[in-house]
């Protein structure tokens, strides 16, 4: 493992100034980190240093996070994502890109994959499939429209993000809050967020996207999530003969968090099986 920290590199996606962690390594084959909605690109941040000496791991603040632009109600589809993505490779002139995301960010990098064959050496989905359901659309954004926490402290803020979670180290959650909230004019810690992307958060399905894939395709579905149900995955499998679906035992719905060492292993394992 390095002990490499990443640079803070910015560039323009249409009219937004986009953040992203750029881990060095410049030779290597580029490795884009897409985050969860309401992350950033910190989260990546373990597995980054991990495989950073293997990789040129770039890892993007998804447009209304972390430290890039907010785009305003309407601009928050899976499609607006995927062209920040596109304007990122455009950016650095990049070819053979591993695209790798987590939940929503997983959705961006199918999409990304299907739209630009040509770039993507391969693709990675941890724990979401190709359907987002009216209940978990409904849920997240009513829990968003009602309107974020204020803490007065990153311990507060680290419980709060935890919630009841006993799978993943605490020291995730203090590095979340850490990188993930800001302090707001009242002197409260608020995320770093843009409360409009609720209204994009809707039921959608991309089978559509699946079907344009050419990329090796590697799915990984956490046994204590209910995210990716066994239709879906039969459902990729029919569209997809040669995806492995990997189920790892113990993992909720951010994997990288609750099992880093078999994340990393499983990853790691299928590029360089596929020559990447």
């Known amino acids: 493992m390095t002990t490499r920290a990443p640079a803070d590199r910015y560039f323009r996606s249409d009219t ?13 084959t580029p490795l884009v980190l897409l985050h969860h909605i309401s992350s950033n690109a910190h989260t990546w941040d373990h597995f980054a240093r991990n495989v950073c000496d293997r990789y040129r791991v770039l ?71 190709a359907v987002r359901p009216a209940s978990i659309s409904r849920g997240f954004a009513d829990r968003v ?51 409009a992307i609720q209204r994009d958060f809707v039921p959608l399905e991309l089978w559509h996207y699946v079907e344009r894939v050419k990329a090796p395709f590697l799915l990984l579905v ?25 189920t790892v035992p113990g993992a909720g719905h951010i994997i990288v968090h609750d099992k880093p060492q078999e994340f990393e292993r499983l990853v790691v394992d299928f590029l360089k099986r596929h020559g990447v």
């Open 145 to 195: 429209a009602g309107g974020d926490p204020q803490f007065d402290t990153l311990d507060e803020w680290a419980k709060s993000l935890q919630g009841q979670n006993q799978r993943t180290p605490a020291q995730y959650f203090l590095d979340l809050a850490r990188y993930g909230t800001k302090r707001l004019p009242n002197g409260k810690l608020g995320l770093k967020r843009d409360v």
């Open 16 to 28: 937004l100034r986009m953040h992203y962690l750029d881990w060095g390594n410049e030779g290597a």
């Open 222 to 246: 956490g046994t204590e999530s209910e995210i990716v149900g066994q239709d879906q995955q039969t459902r990729f499998k029919q569209i997809r003969p040669d995806v492995e679906i990997v």
């Open 59 to 129: 890892a993007l603040d998804m447009r209304g996070h972390g430290d890039s632009d907010w785009a305003g109600e309407g601009k928050y589809t899976t499609e607006h994502y995927a062209a920040d993505v596109a304007a990122l490779v455009d950016h650095l002139g990049l070819r053979r890109v591993i695209l790798l995301g987590g939940s929503t960010g997983g959705r961006v990098a199918l999409v990304s994959a299907a739209q630009h064959p040509e770039h993507t050496a391969a693709l990675i989905m941890e724990d979401v499939g």
